[in-house]
């Protein structure tokens, strides 16, 4: 069963705990923010079969923002918009990157992990039910 909400915190819990391996914790935080968009998409509820299979790119930022689950959550689309910009340059494909690519230096990957806390900072509001 996809829990993408439960996977979300998973994976920012991990990268968070993997700072000192940016490149490791630069995947975390993007599958992380994937699996936000995924849980909204499917209004929190689990799934049996993937939501969405496109990884965290421009293909899934598109139909996050014509999901007929978010057309009555305008406002949640606007919010986690703000931080597609954090993963402009992520690739689901870098996990086989070396670790010294440029695509873990530090800016990006702080960029990345504030990206990926707003996003999960988003889940939980809506998980209270305040958005």
Known sequence: MNDY??????HFMSAEALTAHPATASHCYGISS????KALMSNLQPQNFPIDKAHLNTQLWSNFETSAAL??????VAMAKRFQTHFQQWTVHQRYFNSTDTAFDTATVTRQQQGAKGLLSLLQQVQQGLI
């Open 5 to 10: 909400a439960d996977a979300a915190e998973r």
């Open 71 to 76: 057309n009555s959550h305008p406002t949640r």
């Open 34 to 37: 994937e699996c936000v968009l």
